[in-house]
C-alpha cells in the first residue's frame, strides 16, 4: 500500500505533470502513479481520476493537491531542500515559480513541449514567445548570478521549486532551439542531466505510438 | 526607516496589488507603500520603482518579492496564520490560491475590479466568466463544508492566503452581482467586512478623480 496517487499525463507531452511529478519524486513521497494519456481537454478517465479534471493531481495521506506550484509546496513541507535555504534566495525562487505558473503563454503555445522530435529546431519563434524567451534568459542571469554561486541550477547546487517549474521550459528550448546564452545553454544541460529529468525523458521514449496526438507532431 | 516597501498601484483598480497588500498588512510587515496610479502596462514610473514594471512588488530587508502569491508565501514565514494550521487544509488552501492566481482569465476580463461603480450590476456575464463563477462557487463550497467549520472564511475563522487571493473577486461580485448560491453571498459579505479589506475600500474611496481610467468607466 502507497500512502496515495499522482496523476499525471503523456510524459512526452505534459508539461505541468513534469512539474508535479518531479517535486513528489524529490521529496520521496511513496504513492502510486497513475498516467492517463493525454487526449485533449478533461476526458471521462481525467474526471474519473481526480477533481477537477486536470492533471497533475496529487493525493496523499488524504490530502488532495492539484496546482503543480501547490504540489510544490505541499512536497517541500517534507523536504525543506526543495526551497533555496536562505530567505532572499527563496523569495525570489518562489517568485519566478509563480511567474512561471502564471505566465509565458506566447511561449507555450508556440513551443508545445514534445520530448521526442528531433526535428523542430527553428520552429515557433513568434515575437512573443521570443519576448518571453528573453524574459526567462534575464530571470535565470539573475538568479545565478546572485545566488547561484558555483552550482549548476539557479539558486546553487540543489534542484528548487524554480528549476522544476522552468524544466520543461529547458525541453523545449533543447527541441526549438531558440538562440540562447552560452549561460541559459550550460543551465539547459544542466537541467537535462539531472537524474530525474532524465528519467522522465526515458519513460516519454518508451510511450507506445497510440498515444501520439497529431497536433503536437505535425508542426514539421 | 521602514524595512522597505510595498509597491501597488490604483487601489479602485489593482486587483492584484490588493493581493499583494493583504499579507504585508496581516503579517504586520513594517514596509513603507508606494502608490503609483495605473495609467495602462509597464511606465516609466512602475519601472522606476519595481525591477519587472508590475505590481505589486516588495521589498523587505533586502529580499525582492513579485508576484502575489509569492509574497502571501513569504510573508506567511512571518505570521503562519496566512495558511490553515492542518497540512490537508493548507495544501488545499495553497491549490486553490494557484488556481486563482493563473486562472479565470475570462472572468478578469469581462468583470473589471472597480470598487467605485454601484452602477454595474447585471454586466460582463459572458459565457466563459459565468463558467469561471461556476467554478469559484464550487472551490469555495468544498473549501467551507470540509474545512470551514463555523468561520466565516473559506477555512475557518482566520483569513487565509486563500481569501486574500478570492478578495478581488468578492469584490468584482459586489460590483457586477452574478447570480451566486446564498453560501457565496455570506462569504462575499464576511470578505468585504474584513476590516483590512474595508481600510482598502476606503481608501480607494479617497483617490483623485485624475486617476479615473476611460476604459474601466464606460462599461455603462
Redesign the interface.
Known amino acids: 500500500m502507497s500512502d496515495g496517487k499522482i496523476v499525471i499525463g503523456t510524459k512526452r507531452y505534459s508539461s505541468w505533470s513534469m512539474r508535479g511529478w518531479l517535486p513528489v519524486k524529490l521529496a520521496g513521497l511513496d504513492v502510486t502513479e497513475v498516467l492517463i494519456p493525454l487526449a485533449g481537454g478533461a476526458t471521462s478517465a481525467l474526471k474519473g481520476q481526480t477533481p ?1 479534471g486536470l492533471v497533475p493531481y496529487l493525493e496523499h495521506n ?9 504540489i510544490i ?2 512536497c517541500a ?1 517534507f523536504d525543506a531542500t526543495l526551497w533555496p535555504k536562505k ?2 534566495a527563496r ?2 525562487a ?2 519566478v ?3 512561471m ?2 505566465g509565458f503563454r506566447a511561449l507555450r503555445q508556440a513551443m508545445p513541449m514534445n520530448l521526442g522530435r528531433g526535428d523542430y529546431a527553428g520552429l515557433g519563434r513568434t515575437e512573443f514567445a521570443l519576448e518571453d524567451i528573453a524574459r526567462i534568459e534575464a530571470i535565470w542571469a539573475e538568479a545565478k548570478s546572485e545566488y547561484g554561486g558555483d552550482g549548476p541550477y539557479l539558486f546553487g547546487e540543489r534542484f528548487t521549486g524554480a528549476d522544476i517549474m522552468f524544466a520543461p521550459v529547458v525541453a523545449r528550448f533543447l527541441t526549438y532551439q531558440p538562440e540562447l546564452s552560452e549561460g541559459s545553454l550550460d543551465y539547459c544541460r544542466a537541467v537535462r542531466a539531472h537524474p530525474l529529468v532524465d528519467a522522465w525523458y526515458q519513460e516519454a521514449a518508451e510511450e507506445p505510438a497510440e498515444w501520439l496526438l497529431e497536433k503536437y507532431e505535425n508542426l514539421r
Open positions: 477537477a488524504g490530502a488532495r493537491i492539484w496546482e503543480s506550484l501547490a509546496e505541499y513541507e530567505r532572499r523569495a525570489m518562489r517568485a515559480a509563480a511567474e505558473h502564471a
